[in-house]
């Protein structure tokens, strides 16, 4: 029995699809876990029917539709709503992926760091391309608070460019270290429960129940941080890309 | 984690990890980066099939089922409003077709009222009139009668007179003399 809480997040290739260079591009367990999450979110968002009184899928779907489209609203304006399809697509690839990762003995796909600073990334280009392309130079009025003595200005300017910088540092750490850290956290108690029986016997299995009820307790934790982180992304996306829509503020 | 947890099995767990690590290029698996291409080709395929899924079908679909029900929604109370301001127009007509049809009643009515009183009135006098003629005729009957009855009474009075005054001295009196007698006691 092998109970190694890193085990979880290794990339296991699964066939190789090609080369770039002298890389070799393989289909992963973490690339099926992707493929499964556009699935799913196609399935709900496809299979769903357009009822005029909506079915229980429907209902889901367009929750989703109106959750993200309020959010996009309150956070970054009506202009926000350009950036519907990728706030959407990525609080759902996000928000399923990381719930399918709660099913023992699959992949969470955000606990790679490379795929949640790849899509930081894509945000934070998304901000400053689409920043400087509406804006101009005024884009970068967003560094210069107003109301600042002048003599503090230039410190001022270095913190916020330095932050904005950072933006996807933490945009993308925040995920990737959520989703570790819970699932890391959940396989530890749940691996303390086959130790303890193993290693004590009977009292071990008994003494099994607390780290079990952890157990438990955890998943329920972890489906609320599956979804919360998602959201996070999600908003923090849209109040980034409200930089880009309204550099003035 | 893995180090502890391996010193805690015994060799066997360390050399499984171990073996494991070298397999996956050594070190905590999310920052190998070996896996990365492949991470990055896979995601870059799954993300803009994702995304081209999403703004081209999913997007305007369940939009357009959300969009459809408020305009059924918009239309279904406008609808509603029209109908009901029809029925209110209609009450407001049925109200003003019930207030002329009653005033015009009324006015029937009293029209009706009008005509049987002047009718009833009509009747009333010519019948006072009959009863006042057949009055007059009736008291001309009588006075007639009575003069004739006084007339008799006279007659009665007179033979009677005649009669007792006979009785009492045996001579026949003067019809003349009895007569203006009878009259004088009639007077008197």
């Known amino acids: 029995m092998t109970i190694d809480p890193i085990h979880q997040f290794n990339i296991e290739p699964l066939f190789t699809i090609g080369h770039i260079g002298n890389h070799a591009i393989a289909f992963t367990n973490s690339s099926l876990y992707m493929l499964v999450a556009v699935a799913v979110i196609s399935l709900l968002m496809l299979a769903s029917g357009t009822q005029l009184v909506p079915g229980r899928l429907q209902s889901v779907a367009e929750i989703s539709y109106e959750f993200v489209a309020t959010m996009i609203r309150s956070n970054a304006g009506a202009e926000g709503m350009k950036f519907f399809p990728l706030i959407f697509s990525l609080f759902m690839f996000i928000a399923v992926s990381n719930l399918i990762g709660i099913i023992p003995y699959t992949f969470t796909v955000a606990s790679q760091l490379i795929i949640t600073a790849t899509l930081a990334l894509l945000v934070f280009f998304t901000v400053l391309i689409y920043g400087v392309y509406k804006n101009g130079l005024k884009f970068f009025s967003i560094f210069v608070p107003h109301g600042v003595p002048g003599y503090i200005l230039p410190l001022v300017m270095f913190i916020e460019i330095l932050s904005f910088l950072l933006r996807p540092v933490s945009h993308s750490v925040r995920l990737f270290a959520n989703m570790l850290a819970g699932h890391i956290a959940l396989k530890v108690f749940a691996g303390f429960v086959a130790m303890l029986g193993v290693s004590l016997g009977a009292v071990g299995w008994i003494g099994g129940v607390m780290p079990l009820a952890l157990t438990v307790a955890l998943t329920a934790l972890e489906l609320l941080v599956a979804f919360l982180q998602a959201y996070v992304f999600a908003i923090l996306t849209c109040i980034y890309l409200n930089d880009a829509l309204h550099p003035g503020h | ?188």
Do not use: C, W
């Not at chain 2, 397999?23 to 994702?50: C, E, K, N, R, Y």
């Not at chain 2, 089922?65 to 009901?84: S, Y």
């Not at chain 2, 006075?143 to 009669?163: E, K, Q, Y």
């Open chain 2, 1 to 188: 984690m893995a180090e502890s947890h391996g010193g805690a099995k015994g060799p066997e767990a360390n050399a499984h990890t171990e073996a494991e690590g070298g397999h996956h290029g050594g070190g905590f698996p999310p920052f190998d980066s070996s896996t990365f291409p492949s991470q990055l080709v896979s995601l870059a395929i799954f993300f803009v099939a994702l995304y081209l899924i999403v703004s081209r079908i999913a997007l305007p679909r369940v939009g357009g089922a959300i969009e459809a029900r408020q305009n059924k929604i918009d239309g279904d109370l406008a609808e509603a409003q029209k109908l009901k301001d029809q029925s209110d127009a209609a009450l407001k007509a049925y109200e003003g077709e019930l207030a002329s049809a009653r005033s015009r009643a009324q006015a029937i009515s009293n029209e009706t009222r009008e005509k049987s009183n002047a009718q009833a009135e009509a009747d009333r006098k010519t019948l006072e009139e009959q009863l006042a003629k057949k009055l007059a005729e009736a008291e001309k009957t009588i006075a007639s009668t009575r003069a004739t009855a006084m007339g008799n009474v006279r007659g009665i009075a007179a033979d009677a007179a005649g009669t007792i005054v006979q009785r009492l001295t045996g001579v026949v009196p003067d019809a003349a003399s009895v007569n203006a007698a009878v009259d004088a006691s009639l007077k008197g």
